[in-house]
């Protein structure tokens, strides 16, 4: 996985993302997830990462619990369920293989997206480690103050407001200092620029491509 | 030439509330100068106009000119102003965009548009000046405080630049690292010749280092020149006097009460020999 270029990772994603959608049957959306699944033992991708997978899977039993309470249909809350995780999952591929900075290349250099918004994306991605071990500390400052998430999975969730709220708010002014120190760091003058590594698509990549929109043409064709 | 120039400039992020008032100076090549004040003073602002980002990035209004190695900034580039000037945000957190050491030295080279066979050794050559060799493949989360402060550096130091601005280094950093970062910035301003603007709160810190104080209150210059007269300036008129270290707080009081004159001092050891010499005179002079 880590060879394949990240132009055609990303196209993974998106094309897995209209596969989640598009899909509607439980077998298929397994299938999905199970491919996805051996993906990433292939890439051999790191403990964490499967720490984030089966946190995925609980929340996604949470969703289908509450849609189940909701109305009472087992197979839509499977289904919905199902789609979630087919979705995430792919970004966990997407972020476990590719190295930030060759995204960031990969889009610039191929799909010709101004450099300040492709690195939007990347830098946001950075940061992810950094605002878990925020929600951390916040969670632990709340606690000390007698805040405890208990309760029904509704009460948990308004409570686990209180820690999104001043993330959020860290994470605004996080990314207004980013774009200063970016441009301090002499960013921005894209006639410039180089990268290092080499994210230009090889054979593999083309093949990748074309048999992904070989089979979201046949999915789209099957249903209409 | 001077290394920075400030000539008559005043700064307002919103018109009319000036945070820099008609600030004249003049920071020499290769000095080692310190912006002290309290907060809210305008030391912040006074780095950004320094590097270009006041008022390329923020806007707002501004009178008088900033010159840097002898460039008007205004009428530059921040681009442009970079290659000269590395600045040090003081959440240097958020300066730190990539996911590992090396990758985020080479993020700057990248910027400057270095090819990629050059990338490599520049990022060695300059993750070994800040003492960081063997951390290439680290992740930057990983890292600590000090070491995080250093990579910053580092990514600065990338570029060569000849001026380096340092907003509160060390306000995050244990003491152990706060020592070690002023021994790296003294070094690279002894040894490479770089200049240094540093604005910090604890004045005992950067006595060994420092050769000239810039003292600003309410976006006004106070004073700037040697650290001794600025720091005896700010006892006499009693101006953010709480800063003044405890030892100098003491020489002070001693000069003029027993209006005996010590040099000045810089670490602790002189004070301590500088002391101890006059309290044998003393003890003399009594028996
Ligand atoms: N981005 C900004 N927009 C508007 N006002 C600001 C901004 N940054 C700082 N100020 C104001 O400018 C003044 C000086 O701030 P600053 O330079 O950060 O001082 P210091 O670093 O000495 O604490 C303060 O009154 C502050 O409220
Ligand atoms: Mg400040």
Redesign the interface.
């Known amino acids: 996985m880590q060879k394949i270029a990240p132009i055609t990772k990303l196209a993974l994603t998106i094309f897995v993302t209209i596969w989640s959608i598009v899909l509607q049957s439980l077998p298929a959306l397994t299938a999905l997830i199970v491919c996805q699944l051996i993906l990433l033992v292939i890439a051999k991708v790191g403990s964490s990462i499967y720490k984030g997978i089966a946190s995925l899977f609980v929340f996604a039993a949470i969703l289908a619990g509450m849609q189940y309470a909701i109305n009472n249909d087992i197979m839509l809350a499977a289904i919905t369920a199902s789609k979630m995780i087919a979705m995430t999952l792919v970004f966990f591929i997407l972020l476990a293989t590719t190295r930030m900075q060759d995204l960031s290349a990969a889009l610039v250099l191929q799909c010709h997206i101004p450099y300040e918004y492709a690195f939007m994306l990347t830098a946001a991605l950075r940061f992810i480690p950094d605002f878990l071990a925020e929600s951390k500390a916040i969670q632990e400052a709340q606690a000390c103050r007698g805040y405890s998430p208990q309760g029904n999975v509704l009460q948990r969730f308004f409570s686990y407001m209180a820690v999104i709220k001043p993330l959020v708010l860290k994470a605004v002014t996080k990314s207004e200092t980013m774009a200063l120190s970016l441009e301090l760091r002499g960013f921005g003058s894209r006639k410039t620029r180089s990268f290092k590594n080499n994210v230009t698509l090889a054979l593999q990549d083309y093949a990748m491509l074309l048999s992904m929109i070989l089979f979201t043409s046949y999915l789209v064709i099957q249903i209409y | 030439m001077p290394a920075i120039a400030l000539q008559n400039f005043s700064y307002a992020y919103n018109h009319p509330k000036k945070v820099l008032d008609n600030i004249t100076i003049s920071i020499e090549k290769g000095s080692f100068s310190v912006i002290l004040g309290p907060s809210g003073a305008g030391k912040t602002t006074l780095c950004l106009a320094v590097?270009g980002?006041v008022p390329?990035?923020f806007g707002g209004s501004s009178a008088g000119k900033v010159y840097v190695a002898g460039i008007h900034t205004q009428e530059s580039?921040?681009?442009q102003l970079?290659?000269t000037v590395g600045?040090v945000?003081q959440?240097y957190?958020?300066?730190?965009?990539?996911?590992t050491v090396e990758?985020e030295v080479?993020?700057?080279?990248?910027?400057?548009?270095?090819?990629?066979e050059e990338?490599?050794q520049r990022v060695e050559e300059v993750l070994a000046k800040v003492g960081l060799t063997g951390y290439e493949k680290q992740?930057?989360?990983d890292l600590s405080g000090g070491q995080k402060q250093r990579l910053v550096l580092a990514?600065?130091l990338a570029?060569n630049p000849k001026i380096l601005v340092l907003d509160e280094p060390t306000s995050a950093l244990d003491p152990e690292g706060t020592y070690s970062l002023y021994k790296l910035l003294s070094d690279l301003n002894q040894e490479h010749g770089i200049t240094i603007l540093v604005v910090e709160h604890d004045i005992a810190t950067v006595l060994p280092y420092a050769d000239q104080f810039i003292l600003l209150e309410n976006g006004q210059l106070i004073l700037n020149g040697t650290p001794e007269s600025v720091l005896s300036f700010m006892a006499k008129k009693q101006i953010f006097a709480e800063a003044i270290p405890p030892l100098w707080q003491l020489k002070l009081m001693i000069e003029e009460l027993a209006t005996r004159q010590f040099a000045s001092w810089h670490t602790e050891e002189e004070a301590i020999i500088q002391l101890g010499k006059a309290l044998d005179e003393e003890a003399r002079k009594n028996a």
């Open positions: 590097a980002a390329h990035y580039s921040m681009q970079a290659l600045t945000l959440d957190e958020t300066q730190l965009v990539t996911m990758e080479a993020f700057s080279l990248e910027n400057m548009g270095i090819v990629p990338i490599t992740a930057v989360t990514s600065v570029t």
